[in-house]
Every structure is written in structure tokens, then in C-alpha cells.
């Protein structure tokens, strides 16, 4: 059982990566529209974004298995 510090310090984990998948994610987007970068570039940036989801699942579902106080 987490404590209540454990459990907010994981919800602050979770806000911070969700701002930075938002804003990696707006980032790919004006790279794409304005078609010029390179494709391994934007390759790893997606990749990376794919990374920080399945970081924000693993921690969501991490909470969620937490008993409610």
C-alpha cells in the first residue's frame, strides 16, 4: 500500500508526462506540416512519444490498483 505522499507524488508523475507527450506530440505535428525534417528524426520523436503513453498506462494503472482512502 502506497502512502499518501507515494500517491501524489505518482499523480504529479502522470500530469508531467501527459504535458510532455501533449507537447512532443504538437511538436511532430508542425514538423509534419511543415515537411522539413529529416524521417529518422521524426521517427524517434514518435518513438519517444509512444515511450512516455506506455509510461502514463503503466503509472495510471499503477494508481489505479491502489485502495482508494
Known sequence: ???DAEIEALREKI???RTEHHDL???ICRMEESRIFEDEQLHRLKKKKLHL???IVYLERKLDG???H
Do not use: I
Request: hydrophobic letters at 35%.
Open 53 to 55: 503513453k506506455d509510461q
Open 15 to 17: 500530469s508531467s508526462l
Open 25 to 27: 506530440d504538437a511538436a
Open 1 to 3: 500500500m502506497m502512502s
Open 66 to 68: 491502489e485502495p482508494q
